[in-house]
């Protein structure tokens, strides 16, 4: 009964989705945001806050954030089962509606991302262009991909 509970919440946990990336793109000396990578685009923290009632002074919470909070609590019961933090659980949950073949594309990008990163910020000249432009495919696959 115990274990039939258990993946119930779990299924019920990966059934919501985790947010996407927002990047920060300046294109003609202006800049934008979107949820889709540019050329030299960086990566910024949009996490949601969750508001105060300026009457009451209480927390309102909309229903995403309240589907987050149920799924972190999820999260933390299951973490000595799983292993896997919130955020990789938030990860697993986007990932489980893609095909095999796409959720090992982007076990793929996952590693080669951070390379391209640091990439970019040690090259200079030409091979900075270059590095910028690799950066910036791989995060369109990446985003391509619902990764």
């Known amino acids: 009964m115990r274990l039939l509970l258990t993946l119930f919440l779990l299924l019920a946990a990966l059934s919501a989705s985790a ?57 933390d019961a299951l973490r000595p089962l799983t292993g896997k933090s919130r955020d990789q659980m938030d990860v697993m949950r986007q990932r489980v509606k893609l095909p095999a073949r796409d959720q090992g594309e982007c076990r793929q990008l996952d590693a080669r991302l951070p390379e391209l990163e640091a990439a970019t910020q040690r090259e200079t000249g030409a091979s900075k262009a270059k590095a910028d432009v690799d950066l910036y495919q791989t995060r369109k696959r990446y985003f391509d991909l619902k990764c």
């Open 19 to 75: 947010a996407p990336p927002v990047y920060r793109c300046e294109t003609a000396g202006k800049v934008s945001y979107s949820d889709s990578p540019c050329v030299g685009a960086k990566v910024i923290d949009a996490t949601p806050n969750q508001g105060i009632d300026q009457m009451s002074g209480k927390s309102r919470k909309g229903r995403d954030v309240q589907r987050t909070e149920l799924n972190h609590a999820f999260d």
